[in-house]
């Protein structure tokens, strides 16, 4: 993709913003002091995503912006499962409850209905990853 030429997405531009602060907050909050933080991106087509059967799928888009971060910090995993499969009885405590759950699971909700998904994963070598797919518009 040309970077000279501005990406138009398929939902408000604020919440979009909004989202990208809001994980990129979580993995500084979460690496340690000095620590390194990992911002990939690349453009997929959506046909081509594994995820695609997963999402939301407009007629006005046909590409997806996947935005990958990766932390070395700590996570609770029940966070991450909760995040996954949100919890059935929503009156017992949940880490949802408060930030950063709270924040992170706003986030997820508001690029669900734009289409995207918001997942974090616990990955092999012990770091977090944040990953982003937030769809393009045509044109």
């Given at each position: 993709h040309n970077l000279k030429t501005p990406l138009k997405f398929g939902g408000e531009l604020l919440k979009i913003e909004l989202v990208l602060y809001e994980v990129f907050v979580a993995a500084c909050c979460r690496a340690?002091?000095?620590?390194?933080?990992?911002?990939?991106?690349?453009?997929?087509?959506?046909?081509?995503?594994?995820?695609?059967?997963?999402?939301?799928?407009?007629?006005?888009?046909d590409r997806l912006l996947e935005l990958s971060i990766t932390d070395n910090g700590v996570i609770d995993s029940q966070l991450i499962a909760e995040l996954k499969?949100?919890?059935?009885?929503?009156?017992?405590?949940?880490?949802?409850?408060?930030?950063?759950?709270?924040?992170?699971?706003?986030?997820?909700?508001?690029?669900?209905?734009?289409g995207g998904q918001l997942k974090l994963y616990q990955i092999e070598d012990g770091r977090v990853l944040s990953r982003l797919l937030i769809p393009i518009a045509k044109g």
């Open positions: 340690p002091e000095g620590g390194r933080i990992d911002i990939w991106y690349r453009i997929i087509p959506l046909a081509d995503s594994p995820s695609s059967a997963n999402l939301n799928q407009s007629p006005l888009c499969y949100h919890p059935s009885d929503e009156l017992a405590p949940s880490t949802l409850d408060r930030p950063p759950g709270l924040h992170l699971w706003i986030c997820q909700s508001l690029i669900q209905q734009i």
